[in-house]
C-alpha cells in the first residue's frame, strides 16, 4: 500500500510526496490533476496558498525543523 511522506523544508515549505488528498476546509478535494508531489507554503506568502510559489526565498523566510518525540496527547474529557 502506498504511504505519505510529508518533509519539512528548513527555510522553505512543506513537501508532500505519495498518495494523498488535500481538502479545504468544507471538506472539498483540490484538483491535483495526478500529482504526486507538491509543496505547502510554510512562510505565508505564497500567491497560491496552500501551495509554495518560492515566495519564502523573496522574504527571507527562516525556519529550521529538526524531528523529535512529542508528548502524549491529553486525554479527552469525558
Keep these: 500500500m502506498p504511504g505519505t511522506t510529508i518533509t519539512?523544508?528548513?527555510?522553505?515549505?512543506?513537501?508532500?510526496?505519495g498518495d494523498f488528498t488535500i481538502l479545504d476546509q468544507e471538506g472539498r478535494a483540490f484538483d491535483l490533476s495526478g500529482r504526486t508531489?507538491?509543496?505547502l507554503c510554510r512562510c505565508g506568502h505564497s500567491a497560491n496558498k496552500p501551495f509554495c510559489d518560492s515566495a519564502h526565498r523573496e522574504c527571507n523566510f527562516t525556519s529550521e525543523v529538526h524531528a523529535r518525540v512529542l508528548p502524549p496527547p491529553a486525554p479527552k474529557p469525558a
Excluded: D, F, T
Aim: proline share 0%.
Design 8 to 17: 519539512i523544508r528548513n527555510n522553505g515549505s512543506i513537501r508532500v510526496e
Design 37 to 39: 508531489a507538491i509543496s
